[in-house]
T-cell receptor
Framework: QKEVEQNSGPLSVPEGAIASLNCTYSDRVSQSFFWYRQYSGKSPELIMSIYSNGDKEDGRFTAQLNKASQYVSLLIRDSQPSDSATYLCAVPAGANSKLTFGKGITLSVRP | KAGVTQTPRYLIKTRGQQVTLSCSPISGHRSVSWYQQTPGQGLQFLFEYFSETQRNKGNFPGRFSGRQFSNSRSEMNVSTLELGDSALYLC??????????????FGEGSRLTVL
């Protein structure tokens, strides 16, 4: 059973700061990792995916993967109040379209 | 193009009753997955259907069941409801073919309250 841990949180940062969200996973053979964002009262949506070690940047968002440490993180630069949401880390769990999700980190960006 | 549609959005049941939830995936998507979301456990995988066949199953008791129809619409059923079944039930669709990109398209969910 693949495990995904998101132990830090809730997280509160001031507007304009960098928010750092962390996730660890148990299965060393995991090859791909995903970050979903869920606004309060809404459903999750995919915002970032990362497949190889290092950084992947998309606008204000950067996903970082360290397979040796089994660690994946999401950095949000210039945080905005609209970034306030729960961020879920996910890994594929076997074949097909199954994902195992972490419990999420709730981010609050203070104006 | 229309998103994933779930019905009903809200429902209240009493212990011992059963409930059926419905999900219509995005047109062209053949995979439908169901997740249970609770504050304590987060998002937990229930099962996945593809072309009317269950492809994956999570660690839930047999009271939780599902099916998929030839038009890819899916239903899940929970029998003999317990208080702990109170949750948001999310349906997600994807193409289901080839390499999984990790992108699931979620519906707005069905919020079940068991009294």
């Amino acid at each position: 059973q693949k495990e995904v841990e998101q132990n830090s949180g809730p997280l509160s940062v001031p507007e304009g700061a960098i928010a750092s969200l962390n996730c660890t996973y148990s299965d060393r053979v995991s090859q791909s990792f995903f970050w979903y964002r869920q606004y309060s009262g809404k459903s999750p949506e995919l915002i970032m995916s990362i497949y190889s070690n290092g950084d992947k940047e998309d606008g204000r968002f950067t996903a970082q993967l360290n397979k040796a440490s089994q660690y994946v993180s999401l950095l949000i630069r210039d945080s905005q109040p609209s970034d306030s949401a729960t961020y879920l880390c996910a890994v594929p769990a076997g074949a097909n379209s199954k994902l195992t999700f972490g419990k999420g980190i709730t981010l609050s960006v203070r104006p | 193009k229309a998103g994933v549609t779930q019905t009903p959005r809200y429902l209240i049941k009493t212990r011992g009753q059963q409930v059926t939830l419905s999900c219509s995936p995005i047109s062209g998507h053949r995979s439908v997955s169901w997740y249970q979301q609770t504050p304590g456990q987060g998002l937990q995988f229930l099962f996945e259907y593809f072309s009317e066949t269950q492809r994956n199953k999570g660690n839930f008791p047999g009271r939780f069941s599902g099916r998929q129809f030839s038009n890819s619409r899916s239903e899940m059923n929970v029998s003999t409801l317990e208080l702990g079944d109170s949750a948001l039930y999310l349906c997600a669709s994807s193409h289901g073919l080839g390499r999984f990109t990790g992108e699931l398209f979620f519906g707005e969910g069905s919020r079940l309250t068991v009294l």
